[in-house]
């Protein structure tokens, strides 16, 4: 019954994903690569409880090296989108300003 | 109470991560969007951290510990150039963990899966195993450890299908619970072995749609891994992920008028197009122009319309594309980008290098917003870029590339196409837009070009 629930959850959220992603503009489409990539990271969560619940060797040390993992793309993604987002700007409302030298 | 605390944390994180999503809509929006979502993985790493059966927090210090040391230099060292590999390596860390996750839970739980959680895991390790090796090989062909071109051999497909054939039926295995945990590293192995085999045989042009695809894999596996251990939060985001990466893909193999499976089993560019250079090259010339000339060109065009193509992220030549605009600019000329969506190497690729000059990105026009409007320019300036400005690819229907929807600079007033020599594009086929009559060659390399063409520009 669950795992039914769960592909409710898992279709309704690809179908809201398909409608908001549709509308990003060819512009934003590496940022938006960059900002999935670091939203994955969410398996994160996942990482974290294998390597935390004391359930043996394998799962801590394999928990451990997926917390790492998961860890670099939620640091890393987060920053890199968020430097390459700086950079879009608009050009100068007055075309007066001779840009600069 | 605290489970429905850390439900609450994982309901929130679902919504600003759709928020954060929806925010990239727009150029303005985008940056706050993502902070929103940046907190939605705050709260959600939260709401983790104080499940009750979490016991020991040594382990997890140290790898957000490590991860953190690693990722804060790929966030803010990684040079926007390196874009295109910095996101393929990406995709293998976060495939990697969710494989991993999918392994400790089949090595703790098999005997007490429920099949629903079998299907789950089984797919969560295939998935997330292809995309691992897949994004490898895709980060060595894109950083250039390995070679861009396609590496075939005789009776591939072939390989590759059986490979994906055996593979499929060993989950079945897993699935029905034979063979154990040896059979469980098996399906990881011919996983692996397929995302190389798969990859390999793809050619650097087509990587923004194999890219795309395995962002789309690694999403998939993360929302397995969210059915495998019952986090809704996994599964949102994984779907999100997931979509996001088949929409990418869909776009951009729509945009070089071919399907998934042309790009995945095609290795264009490999034979059929040697062929069409040897029969279309022979008469023709190419005239070439002077730097000098060029610029006089230039500097007393109205409208010009720049083509940027790979050449450009190549040379890294994208701030003399900026200096040489502004001097344009001073001259009172209008200086447009028309960007196709498959130019460079990933999606939106040659945006984020403009962006990076300094070029604002109210000038960047997608194909469709410029191409009714290209006839008025009195410069098409081609840099680095060749079949997404063939124009065989409308008028010659034997073309390998007949039928992609290309930018039509050959409607411009006059053409210059900045450009190494006369060799084929990654397609492996002439254009005759370097025939036309108006059409004049800037032979050389496109930085050094450029920075002769901005030096006569001011000397005018």
Redesign the interface.
């Known amino acids: 019954m669950t795992t039914l629930m769960q592909v409710y959850v898992f279709v309704l959220a690809g179908f809201v994903g398909f409608l908001v992603i549709a509308r990003v503009p060819p512009l934003l489409h590496t940022p938006l690569m960059s900002a999935t990539n670091a939203i994955s990271g969410i398996s994160l969560v996942g990482s974290i409880v294998a390597a935390g619940a004391g359930r043996g060797v394998v799962s801590t040390v394999l928990g451990t090296v997926a917390v790492t993992a998961a860890t670099i793309n939620v640091v890393g993604g987060f920053i890199i989108t968020k430097r390459m987002l700086a950079m879009f700007k608009r050009s100068d409302r007055r075309p007066s300003e001779a840009p600069k030298a | 109470m605290r489970e429905l605390f850390v439900q609450a944390s ?1 309901l929130v ?2 919504v600003f ?2 928020l ?3 925010s ?4 303005e929006t ?2 706050r969007g ?2 929103l ?2 907190i939605g ?1 705050l709260i ?2 939260l ?3 104080v ?1 009750q ?5 040594r ?2 210090a ?3 510990t ?3 040391v ?7 060292r ?1 040079p ?1 150039t390196a ?1 295109p590999q ?2 393929a390596i ?2 293998t ?2 495939a ?3 494989t ?2 999918g ?3 089949f ?2 739980h098999s005997d007490t899966l ?1 099949l ?1 959680q079998r299907v789950a895991v089984a797919f969560e390790v295939m998935l997330g195993s292809l995309t691992v090796a897949g994004s490898f090989i895709a980060f060595g062909k894109l950083q250039e450890i390995l070679p861009g071109r396609p590496l075939t051999y005789r009776g591939q497909n072939a390989v590759n299908f059986l490979l994906l054939g055996v593979m499929v039926a060993v989950l079945v295995a897993v699935v029905i619970g034979i063979g154990g945990m040896p059979l469980f590293y098996g399906l990881i192995g011919l996983s692996l072995v397929a995302g190389v085999s798969l990859v390999l045989p793809i050619g650097g042009a087509d990587m923004p749609v194999v ?2 695809l395995l ?1 789309s894999y ?2 998939l596996a ?2 397995a ?3 495998a ?17 088949f ?2 893909s869909m ?1 951009m193999s729509k945009a070089m008028n071919r399907s998934f499976a042309n790009v995945l089993f095609g290795a264009f560019g490999s034979e059929g197009g040697t062929a069409a250079v040897a029969a279309g090259g022979s008469d023709l010339v190419a005239t070439p122009i002077s730097a000098e000339d060029a610029a006089v060109q230039l500097a007393y065009a109205r409208n010009v319309v720049v083509v940027p193509g790979y050449g450009m992220a190549v040379a890294q030549a994208q701030h003399q594309v900026r200096e040489l605009a ?1 001097l344009i ?2 001259r009172g000329g209008e200086v447009r980008y028309a ?1 196709h ?1 498959v130019a460079g190497r ?4 040659m ?2 290098l403009l ?2 000059a ?1 070029i ?5 026009y ?1 194909m469709d917003e410029i191409n009714g409007d290209l006839s008025r320019a009195d410069v098409a300036l081609i840099i680095g870029a060749n079949d997404v400005v063939n124009p065989a690819a409308r008028t010659d229907p034997t073309s390998p590339i007949y039928g992609m929807p290309i930018l039509n600079v050959d409607e411009a007033k006059s053409v210059i196409v900045l450009k190494r020599g006369m060799s084929v594009g990654f397609a492996g086929i002439d254009n005759m837009l370097f025939y036309l009559p108006r059409t004049r060659m800037l032979f050389g390399d496109a930085k050094a070009s450029l920075v002769k063409l901005v030096t006569e520009i001011k000397a005018l």
């Open positions: 994982y994180a679902s991560f759709m954060g999503l929806k990239l809509s727009r150029a985008a940056s993502v902070n979502a940046a993985m959600a790493i709401g983790t951290l499940q059966v979490i016991i020991d927090y382990w997890i140290l790898g957000l490590i991860g953190t690693i990722g804060v230099p790929l966030g803010t990684v926007m874009m910095r996101i990406a995709l860390f976060g990697s963990a969710a991993l996750v392994i400790a839970e090595h703790d429920a629903g890219v795309a962002n690694s999403g993360s929302a891994t969210g059915f251990i019952s986090n809704n939060v996994l599964i949102v985001s994984g779907a999100l992920d997931g979509t996001s990466g929409l990418l776009l502004e600019e001073k960007i969506p990933m999606p939106g690729h945006n984020v962006a990076e300094n604002p990105y109210d000038k960047l997608d």
